[in-house]
């Protein structure tokens, strides 16, 4: 599998985006996607993580602010951010997973196989 990002830019504080991340050279019918950021000089954290034909697990620094959605029929999986803070800036990177099983914010970073470029996202003040 393999993925690619975009949808990332600039913001003001309190205003919102949205990712896209699409899905391709797909194996399986169902995988593990997610979504994780990292900001300049700090480790890669995540966002979200949800099996393709699951509900999203969001991680603590988001949750509230954002919601993710798998649309299979295009191998497309979605972010959609609000409030954003000056905080929330950073690179924002789509990742996957062959491994089903397990697929909840409990896994790895280094479980995902599957890495985009990345998109970035920055919020001023």
């Known amino acids: 599998v393999q993925v690619e990002e975009s949808g990332g830019g600039s913001v003001q504080a309190g205003g919102s985006l949205t990712l896209s991340c699409v899905a391709s050279?797909?194996?399986?019918?169902?995988?593990?996607v997610g979504w994780f950021r990292q900001a300049t000089g700090e480790e890669r954290e995540g966002a979200v993580i949800?099996?393709?034909?699951?509900?999203?697990d969001y991680f603590a620094s988001m949750k509230g602010r954002i919601t993710a959605s798998f649309d299979k029929a295009k191998n497309t999986l979605t972010l959609q951010m609000n409030s954003l803070q000056p905080e929330d800036t950073a690179t924002y990177y789509c990742?996957?997973?062959?491994?089903?099983?397990?697929?909840?914010?409990?896994?790895?970073?280094?479980?995902?196989?599957?890495w985009g470029q990345g998109t970035h996202v920055t919020v001023s003040s």
């Open positions: 949800m099996p393709t034909d699951g509900r999203p």
């Open positions: 050279r797909v194996t399986y019918s169902r995988y593990c």
């Open positions: 990742a996957a997973s062959n491994s089903y099983y397990g697929c909840n914010n409990q896994r790895s970073a280094r479980e995902f196989e599957a």
